[in-house]
């Protein structure tokens, strides 16, 4: 006895490469239109309205109306989880320009994974977060130490309103790229919102990348500990 066959269902809308290339671009965390997810995916317009129709029914995308406009995003945290674990399971994709190539590597170096930090970057910062003691691993659960309330606060993070935040505060997120674990959560937003307020990190237009600024690379240096090359 099958106990919940409509398990299928999901993997036949994640199993057409259109759809999977506009989920993944999505996975940035931000609206898009189904003009701009074409273009990610190199589709007619008229062919992702279809492939966004099938995602908002398989609950995976949600849409909001703005005027005449429609705009599309992840229809929460736990799809970009589930995306990301198919990820990490995925073969790489084949390289067949040096612009696919310098994508991917830029990708791979510090990018979003909904709304907190992945890539390498992403890694780095959350083993310098482990190795400093302000965060502990339980499960798949990242925990905040003393020390660690007492970094963050300093650093400007409220927690106490990160807290409030309708979702899971500090899991652990798989890394497709690094096979290893990054900080997800409201906490892992946190910090992203934070290093783009502070200018250390700007997104790159387009994909879904995160480039280093110089003061960045400084204020990685000098507060995690880390060597941005």
């Known amino acids: 006895m099958e106990i919940n066959p ?3 269902e ?8 259109s759809r999977a290339t506009m989920l993944a671009s999505m996975m ?5 239109t189904a003009s701009e997810l074409a273009y990610m995916a190199a589709i007619k317009p008229q062919t992702a309205s279809f492939h966004l129709a099938k995602l908002v029914d398989g609950k995976l995308v949600k849409v909001e109306k703005q005027g005449r406009h429609r705009y599309f995003r992840l ?20 390289v067949r320009s040096l612009k696919q190539s310098s994508q991917m590597k830029v990708l791979q170096d510090a990018r979003t994974c909904y709304d907190h930090l992945a890539g390498k970057l992403g890694v780095q910062l959350t083993e310098s977060l482990l190795n400093a003691g302000y965060l502990e691993l339980d499960q ?25 935040m309708r979702r899971s505060f500090s899991h652990a997120c798989l890394d497709w790229s690094e096979r ?12 992203l919102t934070h290093f783009l307020n502070l200018e250390w990190i700007t997104r790159v237009p387009s994909i879904r990348a995160i480039k280093v600024t110089e003061k960045g690379r400084a204020g990685f240096k000098e507060v995690f500990n880390m060597d941005i090359t």
């Open 28 to 32: 940035d965390g931000r609206f898009h």
């Open 6 to 8: 409509n398990i299928a």
């Open 140 to 164: 798949k659960q990242f925990v905040i130490t003393a020390e660690g309330v007492q970094f963050f606060t300093d650093f400007g993070l409220d927690l106490d309103e990160l807290k409030k």
């Open 10 to 17: 999901i993997a036949s809308l994640l199993g057409e490469t």
């Open 180 to 191: 290893r674990y990054h900080l997800g959560g409201a906490l892992g937003h946190g910090l």
């Open 75 to 94: 229809a929460g945290e736990d799809i970009a989880q589930l995306l990301e674990s198919f990820l990490a399971m995925s073969p790489p994709p084949e």
